[in-house]
């Protein structure tokens, strides 16, 4: 596997309460992102990042912040999670500009929020 | 909405069959990536075909693109137990962004 964890692999959290999610890596890539994963939705983008402090939206960023302060650690916060957060998060790192370059995806975190 | 769809959503073969899954995308790429997912774990890349390629393989599998169709296939030859999963189509877009699809569960009947 490419050197990149994700912490905490599994957490239940109740609705309303705040909740980070940590990649990192050790990989010095340029490219890390967060999708999630939902049965009959495969895998959605969350957010990404370009380099330390700079980030994007995905397609479903609405409820989740990200930060980047090391080009090693991307974390993914939800501010005040709600039952329609619980999913797998995924974590991915790439190298490559939009010239081409695979991800490598982390193990996943799998939250739920009752 | 998203870029990729994959066709079949599933599909169930014998051992030793082709397996051969399709990927439709709606906008201009710079490459497609196939991936692989074995239940409970992450993505693992498969292979990629850039946007000039029409065709590319790698070991069993064989990648088809036709950007005119936009649409790509996956073939699997000579399938294995060890090959059931799920396969996902990702589009890598020309703003820094990869798109998957919904994934095709794939099994592989002994």
């Known amino acids: 596997d490419a050197g990149i964890t994700q912490s905490p692999r599994h957490k239940v959290t109740e609705t309303g309460t705040p909740v980070t999610l940590r990649c990192h890596q050790t990989e010095n890539h340029r490219y890390m992102y967060w999708y999630r994963q939902d049965p009959g939705h495969g895998l959605r983008l969350i957010h990404y990042s370009y380099g330390v402090k700079d980030t994007d939206k995905g397609e479903v960023s609405d409820g989740y912040s990200v930060s980047r302060s090391k080009t090693e650690d991307f974390l993914l916060t939800l501010e005040s999670a709600t039952s329609s957060q619980t999913s797998v998060y995924f974590c991915?790192?790439?190298?490559?500009?939009?010239?081409?370059?695979?991800?490598?995806f982390g193990p996943g975190t799998r939250l739920t929020v009752l | 909405s998203q870029q990729g769809e994959e066709d079949p959503q599933a599909l169930s073969i014998q051992e030793g069959e082709n397996a051969t899954m399709n990927c439709s995308y709606k906008t201009s790429i710079n490459n497609l990536q196939w991936y692989r997912q074995n239940s409970g774990r992450g993505l693992v890349h498969l292979i990629l075909?850039?946007?000039?390629?029409r065709e590319k393989h790698s070991g069993r599998l064989r990648v088809t693109l036709d950007t005119s169709k936009k649409s790509s296939s996956l073939l699997i030859t000579a399938s294995r137990a060890a090959d059931t999963a799920s396969y996902f189509c990702?589009?890598?877009?020309?703003?820094?962004?990869?798109?998957f699809g919904k994934g095709t569960r794939l099994h592989i009947l002994p």
């Open positions: 991915a790192i790439s190298s490559g500009t939009s010239g081409g370059n695979e991800q490598f």
């Open positions: 990702a589009t890598d877009q020309r703003d820094d962004k990869i798109i």
């Open positions: 075909i850039r946007s000039n390629e």
